[in-house]
């Protein structure tokens, strides 16, 4: 038996190339004398008009009449022999709508999206399925489901477009035969549940807590270590301790205007005090 790679695509799409026969033939020739007879009242219910964006699909005495649709422009169809069907091509819009999805970590969420296609095939949309609108939407909620009960919350609200472009070629693939072309899936909204919401954003508060005690830490050490630093600096250089101290006060007195009152240091007030101690001595050793 055939693989079904190996398949010809004419018997997928239920077209049969072989002649119309005997009884075919009478009557393809009485509705052409027909259509005579009643001419010219005939041609206006023989002339169709095809849309830019459309197809039809003739069928022939219950057969496709070719492996490719007519169109756009008019066609011929005639009286009592044919039937043809209008298939749009322009792309479709599919609301998937809310789907109620247990994840792999056992959290219960609802899920929709939006899926995008058109029809490239008219013969096949109309051969081989029997609502091509109706089986694209509920293949597309099969897989949404089937697709995130595989996925865990957290990948699921994190990784988007990687599963919508997981569904959409799993999409792709299985509407092959049906002639579709998905051209792009979304996924709109992930709802879950109020008890949830509120403990993810506790978590995640912990989190931005925890992060900020540990940069404050790290502030703080690097911060004692530039002290350290300059401290080591300054016990080298006495004199730079008291430069630092007179700008300090200049930067204060600059940015508001006040009375500072600052303690001086204690070598200033005992060199004040010797040389106002030596300077009473030398003035009573005078008298």
Request: with cysteine; glycine share 4%.
């Amino acid at each position: 038996m055939d693989s079904p790679e190996k398949l010809d695509k004419n018997s997928l799409v239920g077209i049969n190339k072989n002649r119309l026969g005997v009884c075919g033939w009478i009557l393809f020739f009485l509705s052409l004398l027909l259509m005579l007879i009643t001419f010219p009242i005939s041609i206006w219910m023989c002339l169709k008009i095809i849309k830019e964006y459309e197809r039809a699909v003739v069928f022939r005495l219950g057969r496709i009449q070719a492996d490719k649709a007519k169109g756009p422009g008019l066609i011929l169809v005639l009286p009592c022999i044919d039937v043809f069907v209008k298939v749009d091509l322009r792309t479709v819009t599919c609301n998937i709508p809310p789907q109620e999805i247990l994840t792999r970590d056992s959290v219960t969420t609802q899920v929709d999206g939006v899926v995008y296609y058109r029809i490239y095939s008219a013969v096949s949309a109309v051969a081989n399925v029997n609502d091509v609108h109706q089986a694209t939407f509920l293949l597309a909620q099969t897989t949404l489901r089937n697709v995130l009960g595989t996925q865990t919350l957290s990948q699921i609200l994190s990784g988007r477009e990687e599963i919508a472009h997981s569904i959409q070629t799993l999409l792709d693939d299985a509407t092959e035969l049906w002639g579709i072309r998905v051209a792009r899936v979304e996924i709109k909204d992930v709802r879950i549940p109020v008890q949830l919401q509120r403990s993810m954003a506790a978590e995640a508060e912990a989190t931005r807590e925890a992060r900020a005690k540990v940069l404050a830490a790290e502030g703080e050490m690097n911060a004692s270590k530039s002290l350290k630093s300059a401290s080591m600096v300054l016990a080298e250089s006495p004199i730079a301790l008291q430069l630092r101290y007179l700008q300090t006060l200049t930067t204060v007195a600059t940015e508001k205007n006040s009375t500072i009152v600052f303690p001086l240091p204690m070598n200033m007030l005992e060199g004040i005090g010797g040389i106002s101690y030596d300077k009473k001595k030398v003035d009573n050793k005078k008298a």
